[in-house]
């Protein structure tokens, strides 16, 4: 793709269209292929165009980030409160696609996961936290400088993550004792 011609050609607004058409396709849709493509293509933008229209493609970059967090919120709200669980997963996969190509800060997510981990004991959750803990691990990797603040927290994440696994033994436990059956999985990921 060649980016320059949008700007010789006085295409601007076309570029603009363009990038909002994609960040519209990257909500709308939840298979892996489309929102690969459209994060590549906007990271594409963003990295490769000149002047204005990569200020414009960074600014997308951005809404698309923030309005990805605030979803995700929304959403871990919602499964608080009882409700589906479908759009907390839709939006955790679109974070994965999106962490795979570059680093987006989510240290305000984690509290909100934990705070699921504790009201539904749910092994679904306790992963969703493990992930996150992962990507923290994925950003310190693809990152130059890691920070005494940023690994402080990860460790900070990791305990909590950890007693969460502890509570799950725990009841793997009780519940084995009781009738020789119970959640194997916790244990092993403990």
């Known amino acids: 793709m ?99 190509s570059r680093s987006i800060p989510i240290e305000s997510l984690f509290e909100d996961m934990v705070m699921i981990l504790r009201s539904f004991k749910s092994m679904d959750d306790e992963l969703s936290a493990s992930q996150h803990v992962a990507w923290c691990l994925h950003s310190f990797i693809n990152s130059d400088i890691v920070s005494e603040e940023s690994l402080s927290s990860l460790l900070s994440k990791r305990n909590s993550l950890f007693e969460q696994l502890e509570h799950f033994l725990d009841a793997h436990i009780e519940v084995q004792e009781e009738d020789k059956r119970g959640n194997q999985s916790a244990c092993r990921v403990f």
């Open 2 to 100: 060649n980016l320059e011609l949008y700007s010789l050609k006085r295409q601007e607004q076309n570029f603009k269209t363009l990038l909002q058409l994609m960040k519209e396709a990257f909500f709308k849709h939840g298979e892996k292929d489309a929102l690969r493509s459209c994060v590549k293509a906007i990271i594409f933008c963003s990295n490769e165009c000149q002047g204005e229209l990569k200020d414009f493609a960074q600014n997308k970059l951005k809404e698309l980030e923030d309005e990805l967090i605030a979803k995700l919120k929304t959403a871990i709200k919602e499964v608080t409160n009882g409700d589906d669980e479908f759009s907390l997963l839709v939006n955790l996969k679109r974070l994965y696609e999106l962490q795979l």
